[in-house]
């Protein structure tokens, strides 16, 4: 075998690129991922979120009440009436890394973005970036593009005009392709940084955006009258929650560092948790276990923290274990006097608690039963192909995922080409039970279901999950997505948690394969198919793949792999939950009827 021919590697080889081409170069150590903004995660929206941070850090500080947010044609213009940028660091601020005032606890006390990169990454990855500060009548502007400075000029302004700071940038086309902003998405965004900080004026598009009563507004508008009673809130120095229960399975929670989404929890939303329940013991005077108290609970919590602590790039969850005792403390306080002023409200908790144990009761003469059978299949879960590590590995098993897949050939395919140390396999029979309005006794008794939750580790507890995502891959057909449909109505109606926490995604593989002599493309919707034929020629061969058995390993690969397509299952409203579940697998009612007739009639008329 001949030998390989060794490059030069001398000083010439040495490259030190500036901060913000660096950026550039690997965006996604920077902002997680590009997109094209169909996903409320993609890199837009951290742009976006990156330069409204800082404007609602100045709120925080007592400097400013109102923000103002237009975002157009994917151009967007943020201004805040803070004390802006001092004149002589503008530039600096927004290019040179681990440059700025958040590392001045004097300054900003509670910020998330302490890492000094936030509006440097929206600089070096916007193809238009213009930054202008003013105070007391003076003020600096300058102007970026690609990342490169073209302008940088110092000036006075007319008289009245307000001090604070102007954003304006065009993410970078060539970075993030063909990309939109989803405006409800945008609207989302502005609507919690309103309710986490009440008294913050927000206009978005000429539209005001405020919250008087900050999280209590939050929770009241995401179950809207599906609480057993009225909303309980409480606002500390440091924390704030509000809280209620519903008729639904499960527990569902919005928590927030310094206004960061903490999709994970952390010790801040445990030691919220076990504050709780100690409020409600102490109160009642009687050892309520936690189960009981919790299931049907939905709240909402935030803690301002100094120098929080996260356990992942993302900040997604919390580290920090010093905030755990007066955390709990506080809850439990607040917990106690609310229920001592809130007599209605005490007695209807105390109803819910007493129908959990109820309940559990119950259910654990089910799971006796289903932990007998359990037994016999401990080893070997039926239809499981398992992969070695789990989120109980720690790092190792950070990216674990489990696929659901439908029938033996579909799993076929990917047993070959999965990764077997993060990628787990579970094979459906076909349809599952729609277990709409269906008791949570049902599912355990389902032997299909209770294998899956067997797989997934969440038969005794949803906090032991075992994998990072749940992935359903079944075929695009009109089978495939009944399945799709019955799966995502076993989770909203027993474990919505999982869903709202970000944990259960749709895989998305190509329909059609486009080939000639030279080249393969694969291509995820019609319009693709399209443009591929024009890239290669109307003569190219055109492949519609109905189902993934149809798909060899060897092509099924790439589609697992780093480039997945991935879907979040995300809910707008916990409310409007129950509502569709009813009214899309529920029994057939009359509307369900009308609506499909209608919807086909459209259809055929188009």
């Known amino acids: 075998m001949a030998k390989q021919k060794s490059t030069v590697y001398d000083e010439s080889k040495i490259q030190t690129l500036s ?47 109102r923000i103002d947010v ?35 606890d004097d300054v900003f006390q509670f910020s998330v973005g302490l890492n000094g990169v936030g509006t440097k990454a929206v600089n070096a990855l916007s193809s238009s970036f213009r930054v202008m500060s003013v105070r007391d009548g003076e003020c600096a ?111 569902n929670y919005f928590s927030y560092v310094n206004g960061q989404y903490t999709s994970d929890g952390g010790t801040h939303l445990a030691a919220f948790k076990e504050g709780f329940l ?56 607040a917990i106690v006097d609310y229920l001592h002023r809130n007599a209605d409200a005490a007695q209807k908790l105390e109803a819910k608690i007493q129908a959990n144990e109820k309940l559990r009761t119950e259910l654990n003469s089910v799971k006796k039963e289903a932990k007998e059978a359990a037994r016999k299949i401990s080893l070997k879960i039926p239809k499981l192909s398992d992969c070695k590590y789990h989120v109980e590995d720690g790092p190792k098993g950070a990216n674990s995922m489990i696929f659901l897949t439908e029938g033996d050939s579909a799993t076929g395919s990917m047993t070959h ?28 008794k389902n032997q299909e279901l209770f294998n899956l939750m067997m797989a997934l580790g969440i038969e005794q507890d949803v906090a032991n999950l075992r994998y990072s995502k749940i992935i359903i891959a079944t075929d695009a057909d009109n089978d495939g997505c009944h399945i799709r ?51 290669l020629g109307s003569t190219a061969e055109v492949t519609r793949f109905k189902g993934l058995g149809e798909i060899s390993p060897k092509e099924f690969g790439p589609f697992i792999g780093e480039d997945m397509h991935l879907v979040p299952v995300e809910v707008q409203s916990i409310a409007n939950v129950p509502k569709l579940l009813e009214f899309y697998m529920g029994k057939n009612t009359p509307q369900r009827r009308e609506f499909i007739v209608n919807n086909l009639l459209e259809e055929i008329d188009a």
Not at 73 to 87: A, E, F, Q
């Open 19 to 65: 901060s913000l081409d660096h950026i550039r170069l690997r965006p996604g150590m920077y902002i997680g991922r590009l997109g094209d903004g169909t996903n409320q995660n993609d890199g837009i929206y951290i742009l976006l979120k990156e330069v409204i941070d800082n404007s609602v850090d100045e709120f925080i500080m007592g400097n400013g009440r």
């Open 70 to 104: 237009e975002v157009k044609d994917n151009r967007v213009k943020v201004r805040d009436y803070g004390r802006g940028i001092p004149l002589g660091k503008v530039v600096d601020c927004v290019s040179i890394i681990n440059t700025g005032a958040k590392y001045n």
């Open 141 to 251: 502007e300058a102007v970026f593009e690609n990342g490169k400075l073209v302008s940088n000029k110092k000036g006075k302004v007319k008289e009245n005009v307000k001090n604070g700071t102007y954003v304006e940038f065009v993410p970078d086309p060539a970075l993030f392709g063909d990309y939109t902003f989803n405006q409800e998405f945008v609207e989302k965004r502005i609507w919690n940084y309103a309710y986490l900080n009440a008294g913050l004026t927000l206009v978005y598009n000429g539209q005001k955006i405020y919250s008087e009563n900050g999280l209590l507004d939050l929770l009241s508008k995401e179950i809207e009258g599906e609480s057993i009673y009225p909303v309980g809130y409480y606002k500390g120095k440091q924390l704030e929650f509000s809280f209620s229960h519903t008729n639904a399975y499960g527990e």
């Open 278 to 333: 100690k409020g409600v013991q102490e109160f009642y005077r009687k050892a309520y276990k936690s189960e009981d108290v919790r299931d049907g609970m939905i709240a909402a919590v935030t803690v301002k923290i100094k120098e929080p602590v996260f356990e992942s790039q993302t900040k997604n969850k919390l580290g920090n274990t010093d905030v755990r005792s007066w955390i709990v403390n506080e809850t439990k306080s």
């Open 417 to 444: 080409c999965r990764d077997a140390m993060t990628q787990a396999l579970f094979s459906l029979r076909g349809k599952v039970e729609n277990m709409c309005g269906r008791k949570r006794t049902d599912i355990y």
């Open 485 to 535: 449909n019955l799966l995502l109505t076993f989770f909203l109606g027993f474990f919505e948690e999982l869903v709202t926490s970000g944990k259960v995604f749709i895989l998305e593989t190509p329909l059609f394969r486009v080939r000639n002599k030279k080249d393969t493309l694969y291509c995820y919707s019609e319009a693709e198919r399209d443009e591929a034929l024009k890239q």
